[in-house]
């Protein structure tokens, strides 16, 4: 956004705006999600912004690219909505079937798990990003990158994650617990909670 579109001042604006959309766009994933599950949801949302994001490429850099750029931000955080719901469900849904298995209620240590991979994601992958773009001779304090530091700009920002992404997409959609086998879950804790409730009445 500020080395290659020239848009460093308008990044506020910009992610402001994929905020509130992202956070807009919850309700329609909500019933996307009841309608074809959380996992294929998930996988839906992943498909599509990994085919929106090479669109970024074909914005010509300079004070035009803002209306074109925020535009593609809208579509991404469209597409990227059901983030915001169907991991942290599909979490529940792993309690779920632990607790089935072991008797035990872990969701606090899944939870944590989540977010320490989370962040450590985000670490790695940014500290692998920037050695790259440094490898490639991006000097963030040049007033003017050379044409292979653009490149590693376009590389460590799309062609990556697009090809990250679309294998994420692939075990997404290889995952085994989808709605049928979730309810079969639920459906023997109740009869477990109602047998311990009956065993338990003098």
């Known amino acids: 956004m500020d080395f290659h579109l020239k848009l460093g001042d308008k990044i506020s604006l910009i992610f402001i705006v994929n905020m509130l959309v992202m956070l807009l766009t919850v309700p329609l ?85 989540m977010g320490l991979l989370t962040k450590a994601s985000a670490a790695i992958g940014g500290g692998l990003g920037f050695a790259l773009l440094g490898a490639m001779g991006f000097d963030a304090k040049a007033q003017q990158q050379t044409a292979m530091a653009i490149m590693g700009l376009k590389l460590t920002f799309v062609w990556i994650p697009v090809f990250l992404g679309f294998f994420a997409v692939a075990l997404i959609l290889m995952f085994p617990l989808d709605s049928r086998r979730h309810g079969i879950i639920r459906k023997r804790l109740e009869q477990r909670t109602a047998r311990n409730i009956s065993g338990a009445t003098p």
């Open 29 to 113: 994933w909500l019933k996307i999600v009841y309608r074809i599950g959380k996992h294929r949801a998930l996988a839906a949302s992943g498909i599509f912004s990994m085919l929106l994001l090479p669109l970024v490429l074909l914005i010509e850099p300079g004070p035009d690219a803002l209306y074109p750029f925020l535009a593609w931000m809208v579509a991404l955080a469209v597409a990227g909505g059901a983030n915001a719901l169907a991991a942290g469900a599909i979490m529940g849904d792993i309690v779920d079937y632990d607790i089935l298995k072991t008797k035990a209620n872990r969701a606090g240590n899944y939870y944590a798990f």
